[in-house]
């Protein structure tokens, strides 16, 4: 057992510990990030579709373009469902059609600009789409012929997959695919003052709970199964037993005293083996680690701050460490910056905050902005006062205005 570790040698460690789940066959629409346990055949390393890489309705954009040219200044367009690839292909092209798309969704090429609202909106009921301005041609759209990262005929293992290389099994005609199968994680909440975030409001002594839909969209977002457990109270050792034998990783938060906050910790043992308990943070002592047999449970504080510190630093490597990345996969907008490190972040502005301290914890946690800096250690990112805000998409930015805090 390991305590008061720094975030760069649990992230270590943890990838160390972790042994990815087994391979099995996996449905190719629920393959997306999967990665293969063996080399798979890629006879064209140009996928032949084009591929939606947003959800919205797929429209052809000659079709529109040439509409809105007309005196009218506007084109409407029937709603269709999704679209059978093999059939499209084979018929003339239904220019004058939406069709709804999901990102990862094969699309005939005639079908080459994803609209949504705002630009466009449903007319005349919910089944007309009503656009008014030219979109441009494939706006989330991976264009039919886009080469995939590497120009082999084999698709190695291991091998993420992402859009490109589902296109091309696809077009191979295959609907399924053998790969590592992605662990299930689950979040238990524990506390008296907590009600669901879907709950009546009608008990206004209890606080929504924000850290399941917090944690069920950041999981979602990387296609990672998420199963919520939850508020309970009262025997949380029995809880915790159940809920531990529902999941491969289960995440445990809460709001309850100290004591007894430990005490269930302690209940772990010795059927888990405490790898962590502690992280260098302010909150940092309440966080515990324990794996057994492959199961693991993370003990965090009820923070949102500090869950998504961990998500980003420790959860997100770790979970792809057991989906079959050898390594641990971490984009670095996701946090791969650790102590000693410096960020310089030539797209973002990077600023140094103060968090504004609320009993709240339903509340979105924002950041007063102090000043503006070029570069930012880990020391400073992991203690949540610390920013990267992407100058394409913000505003201009004050010292002294608030912002909400919503990822690292």
Not at 90 to 100: C, T
Not at 205 to 226: A, G, K, S, V
Not at 366 to 371: A, F, I
């Amino acid at each position: 057992m390991d305590s008061k570790m720094t975030w760069q040698e649990a992230q270590t460690r943890l990838l160390a510990w972790a042994q990815p789940a087994h391979a099995d066959a996996v449905r190719l629409p629920h393959a997306l990030y999967t990665y293969t346990d063996q080399p798979l055949p890629a006879e064209h390393p140009y996928p032949p579709f084009n591929i939606a890489l947003t959800q919205g309705y797929a429209v052809n954009h000659e079709y529109v373009t040439r509409q809105l040219r007309q005196p009218s200044g506007s084109v409407q367009l029937r709603i269709m469902g999704r679209v059978p690839v093999g059939k499209a292909r084979k018929g003339a092209p239904i220019a004058d059609r939406a069709f709804r798309a999901r990102a990862g969704d094969l699309m005939p090429e005639w079908l080459d600009t994803i609209v949504d609202e705002p630009p466009s909106r449903q007319s005349e009921g919910s089944d007309r789409l009503l656009l008014e301005s030219i979109p441009e041609k494939f706006t989330g759209v991976m264009p039919a012929g886009s080469i995939i990262p590497q120009q082999e005929k084999i698709i190695n293992a291991p091998r993420r997959l992402g859009y490109p290389e589902l296109a091309i099994l696809a077009a191979q005609g295959k609907d399924e695919v053998h790969a590592f199968v992605k662990p299930m994680t689950g979040l238990l909440v524990i506390g008296t003052t907590l009600r669901p975030p879907d709950a009546p409001k009608a008990s206004r002594e209890r606080m929504p709970d924000i850290m399941t839909p917090m944690f069920q969209y950041i999981f979602n977002r990387w296609q990672f199964p998420f199963l919520s457990l939850g508020i309970h109270e009262g025997n949380l050792t029995e809880h915790l037993t159940a809920a531990s034998e529902q999941v491969d990783i289960l995440l445990v938060t809460g709001i309850i005293p100290y004591k007894q906050w430990t005490q269930t910790a302690d209940s772990l043992e010795p059927a888990f083996t405490v790898r962590i308990r502690s992280l260098h943070h302010p909150l940092g002592h309440l966080f515990l680690a324990a794996e057994a047999k492959g199961r693991w449970v993370f003990f965090l504080p009820y923070h949102p701050v500090f869950g998504l510190a961990l998500y980003a630093l420790l959860l997100l490597p770790f979970l792809f460490r057991m989906s079959g990345d050898p390594e641990g996969y971490v984009p670095f907008r996701q946090g791969r910056l650790m102590e000693g490190a410096v960020a310089e972040v030539p797209d973002d502005d990077i600023w140094i905050g103060e968090e504004k301290m609320t009993r709240d914890f339903a509340k979105t946690p924002e950041l007063k902005l102090l000043k503006q800096v070029s570069r930012a250690s880990m020391a400073t990112l992991a203690q949540g006062n610390c920013l990267a805000i992407p100058r394409s998409t913000s505003a201009d930015p004050q010292p002294g205005d608030f912002v909400a805090i919503l990822r690292y």
